[in-house]
């Protein structure tokens, strides 16, 4: 049997109580089991757990920073399990993250579908101020309402810059409707960078990043990354980012700006294939070790 088969089911497998009791540690993760609004291919609701599962087999060091970021803490949350309705799911949500919030760590969501990102960028706008949101997407997720509710995930960020007002910058974008055409003509406080004019062109990281406040929620989802290394989420779209240009971009993000919070969403498991859950688990590590580069104690000390 594996190592790792025996490590304990928490995001890094951390043994170590001082690196994964709540107390002690400086990041949460919060794992969301839900895909109560889903449209197309499902499995979201067992994404988290994957993600999850997956993380206990990663290297907890990182070479590109020098940092074993676990050392901060990780604390893995209990699962945030489904509410009866989307309204009450949103809702709960909502008070739930601003609870987290409260205790002034740093909190990671890990979905799910990407309905759930709004609830808890609305509790994160509420702590901090001048807050803008980073999407990754294949998706503008801009339709008002979708299959009867306005909760759905394909409303996400009609949520969050038609009735938050947060500004936006969104990346990746390649799947859009006539109607969330014409809601960006009525000046929506938002910025699209689609995935036709940035794929092997590294020179829209700049401008996108400069279109950001002081303080950024990043959400992933998933899809943004082209289908052929992420095959296993619920609307995959063809032409989408690569490994390296999602990192660049989040890197340096996270060496300009603040990011207070964030979110990766929308992976479907699917049994037999470990190679995407992987993958989510190793960018959300990337995205820490960015985050808290300079928190983390050096390795080697000269990189």
Not at 66 to 91: C, Q, S, W, Y
Not at 201 to 209: D, F, H, K, L, R
Not at 214 to 235: A, K, R
Request: aromatic residues 8%.
């Amino acid at each position: 049997m594996s190592e790792s088969a025996n490590l304990p089911m928490n995001f890094g497998g951390i043994s170590e109580p001082i690196h994964s009791d709540f107390d002690s540690s400086e990041i949460l993760v919060l794992p969301v089991s839900y895909e109560g609004t889903v449209s197309y291919g499902t499995g979201t609701g067992k994404g988290a757990a994957a993600i999850i599962d997956a993380s206990r087999n990663l290297e907890l060091y990182d070479e590109e920073t020098d940092t074993e970021v676990f050392r901060l803490g990780i604390n893995t949350l209990a699962d945030f399990t489904p509410r009866e309705t989307p309204e009450k799911m949103m809702n709960e949500l909502y008070e739930h993250s601003k609870s987290l919030l409260k205790t002034h760590k740093f909190l990671c969501t890990i979905g799910g579908e990407h309905s759930i990102s709004a609830p808890i960028i609305q509790a994160h706008s509420e702590k901090f101020h001048n807050l803008s949101v980073l999407q990754i997407d294949a998706h503008a997720d801009l339709r008002d309402e979708y299959d009867g509710t306005k909760h759905s995930h394909a409303s996400v960020m009609a949520r969050v810059v038609k009735d938050l007002r947060i500004p936006s910058v969104q990346i990746g974008i390649r799947s859009i409707s006539a109607d969330e055409m014409r809601s960006l003509a009525s000046g929506l406080p938002t910025k699209i960078f689609w995935a036709k004019d940035i794929v092997r062109n590294s020179e829209w990281i700049e401008p996108a990043v400069n279109c950001l406040t002081e303080n950024v929620y990043l959400t992933i989802d998933i899809d943004g990354l082209d289908p052929s290394i992420m095959p296993t989420t619920g609307t995959p779209e063809p032409g989408g980012l690569d490994w390296y240009e999602v990192l660049e971009l989040i890197k340096t993000v996270a060496e300009r700006k603040r990011i207070v919070g964030m979110d990766l969403v929308e992976f479907s498991h699917v049994e037999g294939q470990t190679a995407p859950a992987f993958l989510c688990a190793k960018l959300i590590y990337k995205v820490l070790s960015y985050i808290f580069k300079e928190d983390s104690p050096k390795i080697i000390g000269r990189l």
